[in-house]
Nanobody, 126 residues
Framework: VQLQASGGGLVQPGGSLRLSCEAS????????MGWFRQAPGKEREGVSC????????LYSDSVKGRFTISRDNVKNTIYLQMDRLKPEDTAVYYC????????????????????WGQGTQVTVSS
């Protein structure tokens, strides 16, 4: 399993960015894929995840209504559209994935994910 994240950068408060995570080495239908972030001096935080099986999604309260996760199973890629960005969204963003057993709900617990990509830096600053 390999994950390649991209799309980070510097943006002003209120602006937008779209992150991409291209995956290879597994069948997306049976996996959950998620975005996590870690700011300097803070613990890693789950941001959003999406089921490859039914497209169900989950968001942290801190990004709900501003961020949108989506997937393209043909391209084996997930996206994170980030709108109305705030300085507190500044962090290194990571994508992650793991097999999702039948009947198990999707989760933003990073311990539930075994495969991680490299991070991409998002900086929100004027």
């Amino acid at each position: 399993v390999q994950l390649q994240a991209s799309g980070g950068g510097l943006v002003q408060p209120g602006g937008s960015l779209r992150l991409s995570c291209e995956a290879s080495g597994f069948t997306p239908d049976f996996y959950v894929m998620g975005w996590f972030r870690q700011a300097p001096g803070k613990e890693r935080e789950g941001v959003s995840c999406i089921s490859g099986k039914d497209g169900s999604t989950l968001y942290s309260d801190s990004v709900k209504g501003r961020f949108t996760i989506s997937r393209d199973n043909v391209k084996n890629t997930i996206y994170l559209q980030m709108d109305r960005l705030k300085p507190e969204d500044t962090a290194v963003y990571y994508c992650a994935t793991d097999y999702l057993p039948i009947g198990m709900p999707i989760s933003l617990d990073s311990d539930e994910y075994d495969y991680w990509g490299q991070g991409t830096q998002v900086t929100v600053s004027s």
